[in-house]
């Protein structure tokens, strides 16, 4: 699997602050699923910075899983998600959604999120917020999901069902 890390930062993309979200994002997918490369950039707030380079990391570089970092707020300059949806084919609402509820158990700013989820071709791209404990929570609530929705977007379709089916009978689980 091809890692695509793009930090969204004014700052950052002038140098004037070190982007430890992006870095922990690599180090967490890399220790946690099979990565065989990784594409990083930090680009500023703006949105056809953002939409090209995540064009470029589905459709050039060809990232299967592409990781946003910083954009998802209230802030004016905050247009990750637009650019986001620009960009993508189909959106998955389930994986933003799923974040933000388990993140409000934590913190009631979660309702603030504005991230978004979708394909663009055979890469999965997710927005995060831009704070490391944040970007760690939300990776926690990702991760178990995302080898099954890689090898979806891999093979076009699986049959998820019948291999449900087969593990819950061998677990004694029978279909009712």
Do not use: W
Not at 28 to 40: F, G, M, P, T, W
Not at 67 to 91: F, N, S
């Amino acid at each position: 699997m091809k890692l695509g890390v793009l930090t969204v930062s004014d700052k950052g993309s002038k140098g004037e602050r070190e982007d430890l979200s992006g870095k922990l994002i690599v180090e967490i997918i890399k220790a946690e699923l099979k990565v065989d490369s990784s594409e990083y950039k930090i680009v500023p707030d703006e949105l056809q910075e953002i939409a090209g380079a995540l064009v470029d990391f589905a459709d050039v570089k060809n990232c299967q899983l592409i990781v946003t970092t910083g954009g998802t707020g209230l802030g004016l300059r905050d247009v990750t998600p637009e650019a986001t949806l620009q960009v993508v084919d189909r959106i998955v609402p389930g994986i933003p959604e799923r974040i933000r509820r388990v993140s409000l158990e934590k913190t009631p700013n979660a309702m603030l999120s504005r991230a978004v989820c979708g394909t663009r071709g055979k890469s999965l791209i997710i927005n995060l917020p831009g704070s490391p404990q944040a970007v760690r929570e939300c990776l926690e609530v990702v991760l178990p999901v995302m080898e099954h929705a890689l090898e979806l977007l891999e093979k076009g379709s699986l049959e998820c069902a019948s291999r449900r089916n087969q593990s819950e009978t061998k677990k004694g689980v029978r279909d009712v």
